[in-house]
Nanobody, 130 residues
């Protein structure tokens, strides 16, 4: 059974950096594309990035380019999201989601529907406040 667990969130000051982790169990990370999402209070969930195992490469939502960097360590079965220059507007619950690489998805898989993903983590809270 594919399971994902996010960690690394917390309360940080504006301008700080964080590295979020998404650890997978029950599957080989290299066989899956992994997307990061976030949901701020009172707002819809929005896509951040997609590490696309089918197409290769990592793709970012335009508004996320520059301060967000996703990476993966297949040996540790973990995907990371590095966020720099955190702003109060980045306060949100951050989620990762996995979809098997042979499933046809947009190259920017973070644009896909939630139900298109095979598994979701429960999220990690990031709060940016002074």
């Amino acid at each position: 059974q594919v399971q994902l667990v996010e960690s690394g969130g917390g309360l940080v000051q504006p301008g700080s950096s964080l590295r979020l982790s998404c650890a997978g169990t029950g599957f080989a990370l290299g066989d899956y594309s992994i997307a990061w999402f976030r949901q701020a209070p009172g707002k819809e969930r929005e896509g951040v990035s997609c590490s696309n195992a089918r197409e290769g490469g990592t793709y970012y939502t335009d508004s996320m380019k520059g301060r967000f960097t996703a990476s993966r360590d297949n040996d540790k079965n973990t995907v990371y999201l590095q966020i720099t220059g955190l702003e109060p507007e980045d306060t949100a619950v951050y989620y990762c989601a996995a979809v098997k690489r042979d499933k046809r998805m947009p190259i920017e898989c973070q644009r896909s529907r939630e139900r298109d993903f095979d598994s979701w983590g429960r999220g990690t809270q990031v709060t940016v406040s002074s």
